[in-house]
């Protein structure tokens, strides 16, 4: 059904979904709770059919991804957009560190399981299954030397509420730069492939029939 740039698209569209939600939640406390949705079940989807089924089967719950990758990547001047590509920038760099540590990714998978179990109790986004998450997060991933520094107002990011939110999204971006990365994405496509990858993301827009 989808060809090899349009399986890539979807999956970087997750890595800019989480960055582009992360951005919002840092600067406005705010976050729509079907789009958390979307990058929080693709964590704990650890065994998917195809790319799609890793976000839900519908294209339509990537549509801030794709709609970040089109401003990203497309030269969109506005703060928002650029700071959305460094987060994924930093995810991907953080995923590549990651990829390195069987020992980690075998506590990850371990972990994760057990969050999927909690999640089926309550649901996805229930702040327990949240707490849990960014858990792991700062238990594995916050270990490495680089870190991803988020801006935004200090209000918002001192609530522990928050903050577990947005180790969560990074953690969701992380686990879609690896699927990014076992579908043959490279880091240079970014810069290479940056008409390429609008191009399919405006494509797949239209036929998950939603504006560009």
């Not at 059904?1 to 569209?13: G, H, P, V, Y």
């Not at 789009?35 to 065994?47: G, I, K, P, W």
């Amino acid at each position: 059904m989808f060809s090899k740039w349009d399986n890539r698209t979807i999956a970087l569209a997750g890595v800019l979904q989480a960055a582009a939600l992360v951005e919002k939640l840092a600067t406005t406390g705010y976050l729509q709770k079907e789009e958390f949705r979307t990058c929080v079940e693709s964590l704990l989807e650890q065994n998917p059919e195809s790319t799609l089924a890793t976000y839900g089967g519908e294209l339509s719950r990537l549509e801030t991804g794709f709609k970040t990758i089109i401003d990203a990547l497309g030269g969109a001047r506005k703060e928002s957009a650029q700071q959305c590509l460094r987060y994924m920038l930093a995810i991907m760099h953080l995923q590549q560190k990651l990829a390195g540590r069987n020992d980690m990714l075998a506590v990850i998978g371990t972990r994760l399981g057990q969050a999927n179990q909690q999640a089926r109790h309550f649901e996805a986004t229930h702040d327990n299954v949240i707490s849990n998450l960014a858990d792991l997060y700062s238990d594995t991933i916050s270990t490495f030397r680089f870190r991803i520094h988020v801006r935004g107002e200090a209000t918002y990011l001192q609530q522990q509420r928050i903050a577990n939110q947005v180790r969560t999204l990074l953690f969701s971006g992380i686990r879609s730069a690896m699927l990014w990365h076992q579908l043959g994405g490279r880091r240079w496509h970014i810069l290479f492939y940056r008409k390429h990858l609008v191009s399919h993301a405006e494509k797949l827009l239209r036929e998950a029939r939603l504006p560009l």
